[in-house]
Each structure stands twice: as C-alpha cells, then as structure tokens.
C-alpha cells in the first residue's frame, strides 16, 4: 500500500530552527509538496520537490532523497505565526496526491 | 499563485436539506479539480476527481449520489452534499489544477459544513 509517515506532533521554541520529517512509500513518484495548514482553514503550498537535493525559500526549506523515500522540512528563526500543521504530500505514478496526517507544530515562546 | 475561490466558507443547515458548494479557478483554466473532506486532527481525504465536461471518478466508499459533483466549465465545479444528515458535517475543500501535475496545487479556503 501507500503510504506517508510524519511526526504527529512537534514542539519548538521562537526563534530556533525545526525540522519535519516526512518518508513515504508509493507507488512511483512525481513530487513531493509540503503545505502549511492553519486551524480552520486551507492548505497553503510551502515547496515542491521532485529532485534530490535541498531546496531554499527564505525561512523554510525542503529536502528530498528519492532513494530513501525521505523529506523534510527545515524551518528557521521560528516565529509564534508558524504555529500550524505541516502536511507532506507526494503525487504518484498517476498524479494523484498522496496525503500524510500532518505534523502539528507548537512554537512557545 | 493562482486563485481559487470556494463559496460559502461556512454554511449551517438542516438535516435532509442539500446544501452545493463552488470552486471557481479565477485567473487560470482548471483542467482537473479534486473535492477533499477533512475531519479535525485528520489529513486530507480524497472525495472525487473532476475533469471539464466528464463525469466525476469517486474514491471509494464515497457515494457518488450523495455527493454530486458537476465539473460543467474550465473555472468552475461544484459540489452538493444531498440529503445532509449530521456524519456530513465537516471541511470540504477543493483543490484546482491547470493541467500541468508538476506544479503548487492550488486549494479553495475550504467550506466548513455543519449539518444540525
């Protein structure tokens, strides 16, 4: 089966710096996304991966190691907005988005 | 980004009364949109994929005559959830795509459904 793996949970402190992991095992694989949620409301895009390698945007960046079916997501310099839940995609052989639960990110300050 | 925008963002109604839901893609043709449920603490569910002028794919155990999906233009869909009971409440979302898979999905601002 398909499936995506990542923390249910994490905890961080403002202004410190956070990875989230994300390893999935799907049936071939055209991208991975990570999308930021906020209670209540949409996902928003954050990056999309489709290559080995770490991809740099401001504050946050993603990594990706096809071969090891891993991602992550670094965010820097925390601050209390980032409070949210982490969702990692990865989109299949035929497209389609394949969703993890989410990993929720507390910050304190 | 593009912009997708989802009506009504929150919508009450009665048990047995149908309530429908837009998505429209405003500055790009949405060749393909994707309805999602989601239920507090929990991912993203797959409802059903929409293609212009074909009839929705559901997921399975989704219930395609409870949950109808017109996909009658490039910039809209809809979704009406029939003979809403109270298990019906929860966050519909949709998400559009312009044809190209390996670019950002963009979702709707999602339309909390709370059937009483």
């Known amino acids: 089966g398909q499936n995506i793996d990542q923390p249910t949970e994490m905890t961080a402190t403002e202004g410190a710096i956070v990875q989230i992991n994300c390893t999935y095992q799907?049936?071939?694989?055209?991208?991975l996304f990570w999308y930021q949620q906020h209670a209540g409301e949409a996902p928003t895009f954050l990056s999309y991966n489709v290559l080995d390698g770490l991809e740099e945007k401001g504050r946050f960046s993603s990594f990706l190691s096809r071969s090891k079916g891993y991602s992550y997501l670094l965010l820097k310099e925390l601050q209390m907005k980032d409070s949210a839940s982490y969702l990692c995609?990865?989109?299949?052989?035929?497209?389609?988005?394949?969703w993890g639960a989410g990993t929720k990110l507390i910050i304190k300050p | 980004g593009a912009v997708v925008s989802q009506h009504p963002s929150r919508v009450i109604c009665k048990s047995g009364t149908s309530v429908k839901i837009e998505c429209r893609s405003l500055?790009?043709?949405?060749?393909?949109m994707f309805w999602y449920r989601q239920f507090p603490k929990k991912s993203l569910m797959l409802m059903a994929t929409s293609n212009e002028g074909s009839k929705a794919t559901y997921e399975q155990g989704v219930e395609k005559d409870k949950f109808l999906i017109n996909h009658a233009s490039l910039t809209l869909s809809t979704l009406t959830v029939t003979s809403a009971h109270p298990e019906d409440s929860s966050f519909y979302i949709c998400?559009?795509?312009?044809?190209?898979?390996?670019?950002?999905?963009?979702f709707g601002q999602g339309t909390r459904l709370t059937v009483v």
């Open positions: 799907t049936s071939g694989f055209n991208g």
């Open positions: 500055d790009f043709q949405a060749t393909t």
């Open positions: 998400r559009a795509t312009p044809g190209d898979m390996n670019t950002e999905a963009f």
């Open positions: 995609a990865v989109q299949d052989s035929n497209y389609q988005l394949i």
